[in-house]
């Protein structure tokens, strides 16, 4: 392992909003990328707000977005 410090990005809760609204609609990974940010950032957000990863589910909550 390096001596360096690891950084860690303090992220606002307007970032992780508009992170989790974006899983909703592309998915986590095009989030990550979409947004600079580990894709385990966006799963640890997800189970905290208990984010189901069914596609069904999603369909439920953004259909009336489409």
Known sequence: ???E???YRRYTEEDRAA???DVE???TSATAAKYGMPR???I???EQYNIVHN???K??????LA
């Open 55 to 57: 596609p069904l589910v």
């Open 1 to 3: 392992m390096s001596d």
């Open 19 to 21: 992170a989790l609204a």
């Open 25 to 27: 609609l592309i998915g």
């Open 44 to 46: 640890t957000w997800q």
């Open 59 to 64: 369909r439920a909550r953004i259909g009336h």
């Open 5 to 7: 410090k690891r950084r």
């Open 40 to 42: 385990s950032t966006l």
